[in-house]
Structures are given as structure tokens and as C-alpha cells.
């Protein structure tokens, strides 16, 4: 077994290319991924950090709810997340209408939420795979850099693996509502919850641009 700090050059070259080969995948091919793969990327979610303290060290803390495209599930997921980005949207509208800085900002958000509620949510329905992770709730409440953490993790083994990722963000807007945990097979309000969607990209991305590394550090002295 490869000691934790045995790491060789070749591995930590092809990890520099992992993380700047990752990209976020909106649109996927009909091809199906196999269960091994997303299992591989799951296993890769096990491994990331999470708050000792508020889960007790239990061992079970984390789900992961993996709902495939063209299953009665998922249509009913599509129905539900569109009525909740509904009633979030008109509420949002409510809130510019009395906040002049949400008026001048938000308009881009408000967009999108009305997208969501006629389309619905980019990714769930648009993919192979849907896949939501829920995080028991505790204290202190860290649970979403905790999905954060779990979700890198997958991201970059779906990238090591030529597959496209992409972040649903919205899901975590979804925890408190009783259809759909009911679905999930969770209680409502007892986790918090994130998502992605998993498949092979329709095309390849084009590549991203950063700032050099000296440019973004301040070393104090």
C-alpha cells in the first residue's frame, strides 16, 4: 500500500492536469455512464473532509441518492423542483420590489429563477445521472462546506474519469420540502442537501483562464 505521503512526481503532474482540466458541463450526450463510474466518483465523495463534531462521528452521516434520467422518479422530481423555483421566484420579485439593492442587483438571479420554474433546473432531467447528497444536520452547522468539500471530490474523479460534472446548486433550496425528501427516502429537514448531475459531455469545453499565482498572493512579512 502507498504510504499517504509517498506521492510521486507522475501522480502529482497528473493531478495539476486534473484540476485544470475540470470544467463545469451543462449539456450531456444520451449515452448512459456505467453504475461502476459513478460508484468510483461516490467512493470519491466518502473521502472528503466533514465536521466531526457535528455529526458525532457517526459513521452514517452522509447519503448519496442517485436518480438516473427517464424514470418516473425523476419526472416527478422535474414537477416538484419547478414549483419550488415558482414559489421562490415570485417570492424574490416580492423582496426586489422592497429592497432597492436587491432591485439594482438581483435582476440576473430573478432571471434565472424564473428560467427554472418554466424549463426547470439545468441538470436534473438534462442528464444521465442526478445525483444528491444529504448531510445530516448538526452543531456547529457546517453541513454545506461539508457537501462542498464532497462535491470537489467528485467533481475531479469525474473529470479523471472523462466524464462531465455539473454543480446543481439549486438542490440545496429543495431540503425543507416533504415530496421531494419523500423521494429522496430522507427526512425532511433533517439534512442538508446538494447535488450535481453526471454524464458525458455533449462537447469539450473550452479552457479556462487564471490570473499567474504571483499575481493573487500577498505575502505578509
Not at 416538484?80 to 424574490?92: C, D, H, L, Q
Amino acid at each position: 500500500m502507498m504510504n499517504s505521503l509517498d506521492i510521486s512526481e507522475e501522480c502529482n503532474n497528473a493531478f495539476d492536469k486534473i484540476l485544470k482540466t475540470r470544467r463545469s458541463i451543462r449539456f450531456f450526450r444520451d449515452e448512459i455512464p456505467p453504475k461502476e463510474l459513478i460508484e468510483d466518483i461516490i467512493n470519491a465523495g466518502l473521502f472528503a473532509p466533514y465536521a466531526g463534531l457535528a455529526v458525532e462521528n457517526k459513521e452514517y452521516f452522509r447519503k448519496f441518492i442517485v436518480i438516473p434520467r427517464n424514470t418516473r422518479a425523476m419526472e416527478k422530481i422535474v414537477e416538484i423542483t419547478k414549483n419550488i423555483m415558482k414559489v421562490k421566484s415570485e417570492a424574490f420579485k416580492s423582496e426586489m420590489d422592497k429592497n432597492p439593492y436587491l432591485k439594482k442587483k438581483g435582476a440576473a438571479f430573478s432571471k434565472r429563477l424564473e428560467l427554472f420554474a418554466d424549463k426547470g433546473v439545468l441538470g436534473i432531467g438534462t442528464a444521465p445521472y442526478y445525483i444528491v447528497i444529504a448531510e445530516k444536520r448538526g452543531f456547529p452547522p457546517v453541513q454545506q462546506q461539508s457537501l462542498a468539500h464532497c462535491l470537489e471530490n467528485m467533481w475531479l474523479k469525474a473529470t479523471s474519469l472523462n466524464l462531465g460534472f455539473h454543480l446543481v446548486s439549486a438542490t440545496a433550496q429543495m431540503a425543507e420540502d416533504e415530496d421531494f425528501s419523500r423521494i429522496l427516502g430522507i427526512k425532511s429537514g433533517e439534512y442538508e442537501i446538494n447535488g450535481c448531475a453526471i454524464g458525458y459531455p455533449k462537447e469539450n469545453p473550452s479552457e479556462s483562464s487564471r490570473p499567474e499565482t504571483k499575481e493573487v498572493i500577498n505575502w505578509i512579512k
